[in-house]
């Protein structure tokens, strides 16, 4: 195993005046072929490191902490304490679990009364899993008009935002529509850096050099693709850091051009 194919432990970072953190929750195992289905086995035979021997992408999911001072904001809150068995009747997802969130997000020095608000990237259920734990809840509104019953239990508690909206001081709504609806990314800035929190934009790092892979559960397979491109190419210079939520223990790196060929370089 290597940091390319198993999942992610607590990892900070710091953009300008903010202090981000991963909050591990668990892990789940893509089908590879399954995930991203017009891929072929000599695809694969290009990419061995995030692959795990039985062929799977270990998807790292939980959240990431933002704080500034004493305020803090959670984006995204786990899939929740769930046991996912491996069904091999189920084409895209092995085995997953969850449970940690809130005793790494203790380890950070946070309970959930000390975070003011979760933003969500989308509202698939690896993303809202904790969600009843929290006071306060942000969620584009598209994404909020297209749910299937998510957050409804705390429906009283969200509030929708919009594309451009500061949420958080340095932190703005970034819409990336594709694989939901709704689907938002979060732009972090201050003191002259930069980081963009990528939500399920892309799923694996070998996406920045593959941004056309059709992934079987986006809900626009066109759309999110040429929205993967688009951020490709914004972040192709690897001034701005990103996180890939689902990015196994790689989630914060840069991107880099080399030969017309992009690549994921991971930092933290």
Known sequence: MSRWNTEAPIR??????LRVGYVPDGVGWLRSRGW???????????????????????????????????RALLIDAGIGPVRQADDPANPHVGAAAGGALLDNLAALGRT????????????????????????RHLVAAPEWDHRDGELDAVADRVETVGDGDEIFPGVRVLAT?????????????????????LGDSFHSPVQFEHPGWKVAVDHDH?????????LADELRDGRTLAFGIHFADVQFGRVHETAGT?????EH
């Open 112 to 135: 959930p009364d000390q975070v003011e608000a979760v933003a969500y990237t989308h509202l698939h259920p690896d993303h809202v899993g904790w969600s009843d734990r929290f006071a």
């Open 177 to 197: 529509p594709g694989h939901t609806p709704g689907h938002t990314a979060y732009v972090l800035e201050s003191g002259g850096e930069r980081l963009i929190a």
């Open 222 to 230: 066109e759309r999110a693709a040429g929205l993967r491109r688009r």
């Open 36 to 70: 991203f289905p017009d891929t072929t086995d000599a695809d694969w035979a290009r990419h061995p490191d995030v692959l795990t021997a039985s062929g799977a992408l270990a998807a790292s999911m939980g959240g990431l902490l933002v704080e500034h001072g004493d």
């Open 12 to 17: 900070s970072a710091e953009v300008g005046e």
């Open 262 to 266: 992009l690549a994921w370089r991971p």
